[in-house]
């Protein structure tokens, strides 16, 4: 059938090998604001082994509370102004894999794994392969994890743990010797539970905007006294009890 000279002629779009290729291109650039969070986290890691390494365990403890800090905030803020990517989830793993898998391993063995010989190393290794297997499932299973709780504990919170320790002792005079043996145990059980099954709450379903009880906003400001008048100790128990919290919880529903 041919096509009269009156006919209409259906609209076709042209599209040019130029065009083609200007599609097929990935946006260049990344967004600037979240990834400057997670370079100042990385930045915290790194400052945490540098200062282990000349000796100053306080300052190494404390610079991985900060990346904890900044690591909360980067996600946040990609969140809250829409500049989520891939690029900055990938940038944030790697981050993470320094500031709480390998700054934690080599402040604790700097401080007193090791004496300990082979016992030391492979303690600490068994802490970093536990944060880079957590971080490896952790970007697998994004979406497909239940929101309210984490599977295996957050590697900041087995990095705070790790840290909270050595800073609390430090701070009260408690050499690494003295908790060497300790933390030969400490360290790697910390690693294990990051690739467990154990169940820990992401506190993710938190109203923050609702109303609440006058009597948590006094818990809240307390909180915030001791931490400011003792962080180390305050700080410490805090994340020793979370991690324990999802080894209580599986007892309690074995009795129920």
Request: with cysteine; aromatic share 10%; hydrophobic share 55%.
């Amino acid at each position: 059938m041919s096509i009269e000279d009156n006919d209409p002629v259906p609209d076709v779009e042209v599209v040019s090998d130029a065009d083609m290729t200007t599609r097929r291109q990935p946006r260049k650039g990344v967004y600037l604001l979240p990834n400057l969070f997670t370079t100042a986290a990385l930045f915290s890691g790194f400052y945490s082994i540098i200062a282990a390494m000349n000796g100053d365990f306080i300052q190494a403890s404390a610079a991985i509370f900060i990346a904890g800090i900044l690591d909360a905030l980067d996600g946040r803020v990609a969140r809250l102004t829409h500049t989520e990517s891939a690029f900055g989830a990938e940038y944030d793993s790697l981050s993470d894999m320094v500031s709480f898998g390998i700054a934690p391993a080599l402040v604790a063995f700097s401080w007193c794994l090791a004496p300990l010989g082979k016992v030391g190393w492979i303690a600490a290794f068994i802490y970093t392969v536990g944060a880079a297997l957590r971080l490896a499932r952790f970007n697998t299973m994004l979406g497909v994890e239940e929101k309210r709780y984490f599977t295996g504990l957050p590697s900041p919170a087995a990095a705070a743990i790790v840290a909270g320790v050595i800073w609390a002792a430090n701070e009260t005079g408690v050499s690494g010797a003295d908790l060497g043996s300790i933390m030969a145990i400490l360290v790697p059980i910390t690693g294990l539970l990051m690739v467990s099954n154990v169940k820990y709450r992401s506190f993710k379903d938190l109203d923050l905007k609702g109303r609440v009880p006058f009597v948590v906003l006094l818990s809240s400001v307390l909180v915030l006294v001791l931490v400011a008048l003792e962080p180390a100790i305050v700080l410490m128990g805090v994340f020793v009890m979370y991690g324990l919290s999802g080894i209580l919880g599986i007892f309690f529903k074995s009795f129920r």
